[in-house]
């Protein structure tokens, strides 16, 4: 990945992408597919190989900019959603 723009976190290892980035956060480049594809997911399948349908990155950093294989996981969607959901009631600072 060293052609791609990313910055290196000296803290947490985060490789941060610095170029263009979707509405969401995630970095975006031109992968050959007609139509811009996340960098993680690029970053991933260029030494994993395909991801296949069932299956989502999760970033354990938190951090949706960053392309560091380490930080990535494969896993189940359903999965995803629940990690998603611990870290919003750990982030609550009152009783809903």
Not at 56 to 62: A, S
């Given at each position: 990945m060293s052609q791609w723009q990313t910055r290196r976190d000296p803290v947490f290892g985060c490789e941060l992408w610095q170029g263009k980035a979707d509405r969401d956060g995630y970095g975006i480049v031109w992968a050959g597919r007609g139509r811009p594809q996340r960098a993680h997911r690029v970053a991933w399948e260029r030494v994993h190989g395909p991801i296949a349908p069932a299956?989502?990155?999760?970033?354990?950093?938190?951090?949706?900019?960053?392309?560091?294989l380490h930080h990535l996981e494969l896993v189940t969607r359903s999965e995803n959603e629940r990690r998603k959901m611990f870290r919003r009631r750990v982030q609550r600072r009152t009783c809903p």
């Open positions: 299956m989502e990155l999760d970033h354990l950093c938190r951090r949706r900019a960053c392309v560091a």
